[in-house]
């Protein structure tokens, strides 16, 4: 059976109250406890603040995919008339969404939402065949109309809607057997249609030693001097709040100032303003009355905790969530003696008439007065609270939902055949002649977002730097590499799909006449957008700083709608070494590195880098609610399988002809500062200048801050004798260059990975190298190895080398391990297709 549960309520301003922790908290449980099921969850995108927070609430409970998110054109909200059309509109769309999961039930877990916020709820509207279970919280407003309905007629008749929807529910899930009894008395309903799942407490509400450290902040932000009175949830009429302060200021005037009356959780600053001027009228100084404002679940257990005594006084409950969650934490707890409150707080002894004053305050005083009373609430509440668990709630549910299915099986296959013309058909009857342009782009990017069959999981791959011009750097070299492999092997499930993006619009396209011309297929072929689907993957195989950060909201929303965002990060160089690149570098680098730690994850070129980046991520990375990914794999060495460049100049005989006479030693990168090239000319004049007769062969492009170095090698005196720069040469040059050479020398102060000495040992070149981390990653044992910045460390070390090599001691990269672009890709696949809830791969790290 697959369950589909519609997450507004978690959504909404409803977060912040009972509505929300039971939606979430429901959704959580029936998740859990889903056995052979298939669950699905539908979000809003009207509202995509909380799209990530719950995504992480589910984060190793359900596949990403499993959260799904639909679009509608806004504003929707009800309170302005002016939305009516658009909220009718928005109805069908979310109807024909969720028709288009082929649900065998839809559980909508707060239907009266949308008055004050965007969200929109409805049955029957469009698909008038799936069964729809709705959560009865309570029927507050329609049973009194005095107070919610007859001074609001706007309310009243969005509220009425409403209950003719609920009335079209196959099933209601009361929380309490007081809704329930509503539900079947006032909503006229048989009994076997309304089924009591209760609610429950989250784990951390429980009993907690604070520390003295912790409470005296805590007291000391909302200004408590002395032991307090507790409670929390709304101010609206029900929740009696006049009438506790008025009990509170009743009591016996020594026993009242040694204790304050705290009202926590977000009320509005009008309801705030009223019980302020109740408390001064009743005769309260400003200290004893106190309003927290919102709350974080920590300080909320921690006031339970702490408080001398909860009061929950409203007169009209669907459960009294507060109540438990208090005597859950071991807190003395006394409430109303009306609807479902009994049934929670379950002790007769607790409970007063909340319409009577002087029966709140005395229960008050004696609750604080008497200290063995106050025990027995203490005891009672906290094994009442072990009678609920939200487990126990879903486990009723899906009974339920089981019944339901079994009762009202449909043909789920065949509902969504003809949706979107159906949908199409309904949206032009609800949509004025008049819409602008704007919203008329709005609606049909809502509709397209509907998918109705099934198809392949796309692998998008980044390749916007590519498409662009390919600069030939060892970044190009690895896109050219590990674009081609994915394209002829693509991962079991997927579909690769070459993607780029510019700076100029938002959005990213199909690379498919780059593709097509990569592997040498003719055609006429259009790049269009990029068509996304949960459980795809966006992988930013390309280094573009620009592009990303201009497509971060358009990537943001990918995720949002269960797109798996991941980046390769080749290094942390400019923002850890930024006096070696251009300045302003390194904030650009820092800026890409704060975009991409806000997606799902990074896969590194090296474990060296993996390392430096989850410690600058804990230090610098955005605040994020679910676990970042970080993975690392080593790059390839076989250069035919990176589509290698072609073309020999026509000097290269002479210069192979030079490079034969003496031993040749092989730099190999961009010419830049941190590379070391400074350091390796002077060596090798002061090895020059000692008679020792090699060879210097300079293979790189000319980068940024090196000018006089540049200046200084076209003018040397050794240039085209036993020194050699070769700038921008192809890969088969390369390749030969590399034949010809005896000993690669790696001299860079940072590297992300460092290819040239891998290739180099598939040469069976030798290899000195710089003792960073990076570099014995990459050759453990088979490298030579030196220190110091000075040119005399340098030439010591190829002394050495040289002695070493003569006498046959030299270390030797015959037999280093090096892998093909296959394999690379291999291991770059494993890390990005790891799914969330799985234990990551030996060579692979998860941070938190």
Not at 646 to 654: F, S
């Amino acid at each position: 059976m697959r369950i589909v549960i519609d997450m507004q309520g978690a959504q909404t301003e409803s977060r912040f109250r009972g509505i929300g922790r039971y939606s979430l908290s429901l959704a959580q449980a029936i998740v859990r406890n889903r056995g052979e099921h298939e669950v699905i969850l539908a979000l809003s995108g009207f509202l995509p603040d909380t799209i990530e927070p719950i995504r992480a609430a589910f984060y190793g409970l359900l596949p990403q995919e499993n959260i799904r998110v639909w679009h509608a054109p806004g504003p929707v909200m009800g309170v302005h008339s002016d939305n009516d059309g658009r909220r009718e509109v928005a109805e069908l769309i979310r109807e024909a969404f969720l028709v288009s999961l082929k649900p065998d039930v839809i559980h909508i877990s707060s239907l009266f939402e949308g008055y004050v916020d965007d969200a929109v709820t409805s049955i029957g509207r469009l698909d008038k065949t799936t069964p729809v279970s709705v959560t009865l919280h309570d029927l507050i407003p329609l049973l009194s109309p005095d107070h919610y309905l007859k001074p609001n007629p706007h309310y009243a008749q969005y509220y009425r809607h409403k209950i003719e929807y609920i009335k079209q529910a196959a099933i209601l899930l009361a929380i309490s057997e007081s809704s329930k009894q509503e539900g079947v008395l006032h909503l006229d309903l048989p009994t076997g249609r309304v089924f009591n799942t209760a609610e429950a407490t989250e784990l951390h509400f429980q009993p907690t030693q604070i520390e003295e450290h912790v409470a005296a902040a805590l007291c000391q932000k909302f200004q408590l001097t002395r032991p307090f009175i507790l409670y929390t949830g709304g101010a609206d009429e029900r929740k009696n709040l006049p009438r506790l302060i008025q009990a509170f200021a009743a009591l016996d005037p020594q026993l009242r100032t040694s204790h304050q009356l705290l009202l926590a959780g977000k009320m509005p600053e009008g309801n705030i303003a009223e019980l302020k001027h109740q408390a001064k009228r009743v005769g309260l100084n400003p200290d004893e009355l106190r309003f927290t404002g919102y709350v974080t679940d920590d300080e909320l257990v921690q006031l339970y905790n702490l408080c001398q005594l909860f009061v929950f006084p409203s007169w009209h409950e669907g459960f009294g969530l507060p109540a438990l969650e208090a005597m859950a934490c071991g807190a003395p707890v006394i409430g109303a003696n009306t609807t479902s409150l009994p049934e929670v707080i379950g002790l007769d002894e607790a409970l007063f008439d909340p319409l009577s004053v002087a029966a709140i305050a005395a229960k008050m005083a004696q609750a604080l007065g008497d200290e063995a009373f106050r025990a027995t609430l203490r005891e009672h509440g906290l094994q009442q609270a072990k009678r609920f668990s939200w487990d126990k709630s879903a486990r009723h549910a899906i009974t339920a939902f089981e019944k339901l299915h079994s009762r009202e099986a449909t043909e789920v296959d065949n509902r969504a055949e003809h949706l979107l013309t159906q949908l199409t058909r309904s949206i032009a009857v609800c949509v004025p002649p008049t819409i602008d342009e704007a919203e008329l782009v709005g609606l049909a990017y809502s509709i397209s977002r509907i998918h109705t069959e099934d198809t392949p999981r796309q692998l998008f791959v980044d390749i916007s730097e590519l498409v662009q011009r390919d600069a030939r750097t060892g970044i190009q070299r690895v896109t050219r590499s590990i674009l081609n492999e994915l394209l002829e092997r693509p991962p079991d499930g997927y579909v690769v799909e070459p993607v780029y993006a510019t700076t100029e619009a938002s959005g990213y396209r199909y690379a498919r006449s780059f593709a097509a011309r990569f592997r040498g297929v003719d055609g006429d072929l259009k790049d269009e957008p990029i068509d996304d689907h949960p459980g795809d993957i966006f992988l930013g195989l390309d280094l573009q700083h620009r592009i990303v950060a201009t497509q971060q909201d358009y990537l943001t929303r990918l995720r949002q709608s269960g797109v798996r965002v991941i980046f390769v990060v080749y290094d942390l160089l400019p923002v850890l070494m930024p006096n070696a690149f251009p300045p302003g570098m390194g904030l650009v680098h820092k800026a890409w590195l704060e975009t991409l730690t806000s997606f799902d994850g990074a896969v590194c070129i090296s474990k060296a880098v993996a390392d430096e980046l989850e410690e600058w991520r804990q230090l610098y990375g955005p605040k994020r609610p679910r676990s970042f990914m970080i993975h690392w794999f080593h790059l390839g060495a076989d250069v035919e399988s990176s589509v290698p460049t072609r073309g020999l100049p026509d000097n290269a005989p002479h210069l192979f002809n030079e490079l034969a006479k003496r031993q040749t030693f092989l730099m190999v990168g961009t010419v830049e500062p941190r590379k070391g090239h400074a350091q390796s000319l002077l060596a090798f004049e002061q090895l020059w200048a000692a008679n020792i007769d090699v060879n210097l062969v300079i293979v790189g492009r000319q980068g940024w801050m090196v000018d006089s170095f540049a200046k200084q090698v076209r003018a040397h005196p050794e240039l085209h004798k036993r020194l050699f720069w070769l700038e921008g040469i192809s890969d088969e040059y390369l390749e030969m260059i590399y034949e010809a050479s005896t000993c690669l020398v790696a001299t860079s102060e940072g590297e992300g990975f460092g290819l040239p000495l891998i290739e180099a040992a598939q040469h069976k070149l030798f290899v000195i190298a710089r003792d960073i981390p990076v570099f014995r990653e990459i050759g453990g044992q088979h490298f030579h190895y030196f220190d110091g910045l000075e040119a005399e460390a340098l030439a010591a070390a190829i002394k050495g080398w040289i002695m070493s090599h003569k006498q046959g001691h030299a270390s030797s990269t015959n037999g280093m391990p090096w892998l093909t672009w296959t394999q690379s890709t291999q291991q770059l696949l494993e890390a990005i297709l790891t799914q969330e809830h799985r234990a990551a791969p030996v060579e692979s790290h998860w941070f938190d």
